[in-house]
């Protein structure tokens, strides 16, 4: 079956690091992927998201690629800011049926001062 | 565009009782809603997925008489969590498909269901 395979965390980086948070997933078909961001208490908000191949998907200084021959969808940031620190989950929409989401296991940041 | 809403975005109830949470898309049709649960510190599972006028499909696993779910509008859907008792207690999330975007899911903010 469909599954999205995220790296553990929780990652704690500092203010201005570099982020990396990696997503590969494992899909019939040509699914759509999406990053979702959850700060506490609250519910998902979509980061980002491509629709096929190669695509780029970016937002508020994450970008994330579609890449087809790794099957992998990895989120990154040049410039984390402590306003980053929330829950970053990796999600794939099936490509038939009812396109229901597969989401990932979530990686918390935390990004310190 | 695209807003979602969840009512009550928390509720606290005793073991036994029943609650109902509703999910609205404000500003598109919703086709199609599915209603999530995040445990602390997890990711969403997928409960159910309910298409508007017809009965939801449930995940395996997934107790239907307990979790009862209505999609009877092409704007809400409702998830009735009957006799609940403390293992209920979960954030509950709701999302809709329908006639904006590309298949593409909207979320509503959730709600907090605390069972005593």
């Known amino acids: 079956g469909n599954s999205v395979t995220q790296m553990e965390g929780p990652v704690t980086l500092s203010e201005e690091a570099f982020l990396t948070i990696n997503c590969t997933y494992t899909?019939?078909?040509?699914?759509?992927l999406f990053w979702y961001v959850q700060y506490p208490g609250e519910g998902l908000q979509l980061l980002l998201k491509?629709?096929?191949?190669?695509d780029k998907g970016s937002n508020k200084g994450f970008e994330a690629t579609y890449r087809k021959e790794t099957t992998s969808f990895h989120l990154e940031k040049g410039s984390v800011q402590v306003s980053d620190s929330a829950v970053y989950f990796c999600a794939l929409s099936e490509s038939s049926g009812t396109y229901k989401y597969i989401f990932g296991t979530g990686t918390r940041l935390k990004v310190l001062a | 565009g695209a807003v979602v809403s969840q009512h009550p975005s928390w509720v606290i109830c005793k073991s036994g009782t029943s609650v109902k949470i509703e999910c609205r898309s404000l500003d598109f049709q919703a086709t199609t809603m599915f209603w999530y649960r995040q445990f602390p510190k997890q990711s969403l599972m997928l409960m159910a997925t309910?298409?508007?006028?017809?009965?939801?499909?449930?995940e395996q696993g997934v107790e239907k008489d307990k979790f009862l779910i209505n999609h009877a509008s092409l704007t809400l859907s409702t998830l009735t969590v009957t006799s609940a008792h403390p293992e209920d207690s979960s954030f509950y999330i709701c999302?809709?498909?329908?006639?904006?975007?590309?298949?593409?899911?909207?979320f509503g903010p959730g709600t907090r269901l605390t069972v005593l």
């Open positions: 899909a019939t078909g040509y699914p759509s």
């Open positions: 491509a629709t096929k191949a190669d």
């Open positions: 999302s809709a498909k329908g006639t904006i975007g590309y298949n593409e899911q909207f």
């Open positions: 309910s298409n508007e006028g017809s009965k939801a499909t449930y």
